[in-house]
């Protein structure tokens, strides 16, 4: 438990942030998630337009050092090698 003023303060900022990021990740998961169902389904526009939306979320999650950037690459890359590939 907290003992200090600054620590109890630092206890409060944890859990706003947590939930925080807790809904960003959420929302990269599920933009992430709509592109691959989009893959499962066959629709190749649907997909290439989850991905665009998908995109600028995954970019964004990195600035916010929620993930790493290689995470990232490796997001797109993997989504764009799909939506190739149909």
Known sequence: MANNPSARKRARQAVNHRLHNMSLRTRLRTRVKAVVNSIHEGDKTAAEAAYKLALPCIDS?????LI????????????NARIKVM
Do not use: G, M, P
Request: avoid cysteine.
């Open 61 to 65: 999650a990195v600035n916010k050092k």
């Open 68 to 79: 790493h950037a290689n995470k990232a690459a490796r997001h797109k890359s993997r989504l």
